[in-house]
């Protein structure tokens, strides 16, 4: 992963690849820059952010590039199910870098040292709530009540 360079020059670097064309806007390059002081910048308890702009303006360009500018290990993307091949493939293209899938049946098949060492994780939010309550051993009843998982 890159990391030293601004948002035009990784967007040079993006179009040098076979295939690519992209076009980046002020608008983007904007939001790259809070989403990266919003990474650096955070609370001791909160870093990072969500980018929920309407369909079609670029959230995933823009996602990718805060990965690049700003690398950290590790980075977790958690989309919906109808897309998650959809970031993969456009990771894939505009990094070179194929990510982790932990989504679906596959997901048993991915062990713990393969989630650490992935620089990009991709999962959906149903994976999330579902991993969460298996690892945290309870789940809610319909009254709001936990109980132990036997």
Known sequence: ???????YQMLDRMNSLPGVQLTGKEYQRKGVEWCIKQEKEG????KGGLIADEMGLGKTLTTIMVILLNYQQGTLLV?????LHQWYDEIYRLTGHRALIYHGASKKKITKEQLENSPIVLTTYYTISVSKKRVCGRRQDKAGSSSQLG
């Open 1 to 7: 992963m890159t990391s030293g360079m601004n948002y």
């Open 43 to 46: 609370t001791d308890f909160i």
């Open 79 to 83: 989309v919906p199910p109808s897309i």
